[in-house]
């Protein structure tokens, strides 16, 4: 069955660096668009950034460009997101999905289960 996995989360100062990552299986990696999804305490979950099937593609939040980096490893099934220059306001849970396709338009139609990510000093 497909799974998404995320892990890397943690607690990390303001300014500080992590990098996600969401091990997949299940289904054949390098034909899906994989998206990071977040949500804080009290708000919406928000889309973070995605990546096309060939990595050719890459999209961000505005919250996020220039801080945050999307790649993928598709002899890994693997997709990570580098997070720089963290801020209080990136505390979330963040989460990876499946897109329906291999761009990034288009619905999610898998979950990962969530990794916590807290930006304190």
């Known amino acids: 069955q ?10 990390v100062q303001p300014g500080g660096s992590l990098r996600l990552s969401c091990a ?5 990696f390098n034909y899906y ?9 009290g708000k919406e979950r928000e889309g973070v950034s995605c990546i096309s099937s060939s990595g050719g593609s890459t999209y961000y ?5 220039g801080r945050f980096t999307i790649s993928r490893d598709n002899a ?8 720089n220059s963290l801020k209080p306001e990136d ?15 288009g619905s999610n139609d898998y979950w990962g289960q969530g990794t ?6």
Not at 2 to 11: R, W
Not at 24 to 28: I, W
Not at 116 to 121: A, K, N, R
């Open 116 to 121: 916590q990510v807290t930006v304190s000093s």
């Open 61 to 65: 939040a505005d919250s996020v460009k």
């Open 33 to 41: 668009a994989i998206g990071w999804f977040r949500q804080a305490p």
């Open 24 to 28: 997949a299986s299940g289904f054949t």
């Open 76 to 83: 890994k099934n693997t997709v990570y997101l580098q997070m």
């Open 2 to 11: 497909v799974q998404l996995v995320e892990s890397g989360g943690g607690l």
């Open 91 to 105: 505390t979330a849970i963040y989460y990876c999905a499946r897109r329906s396709g291999y761009v990034c338009y």
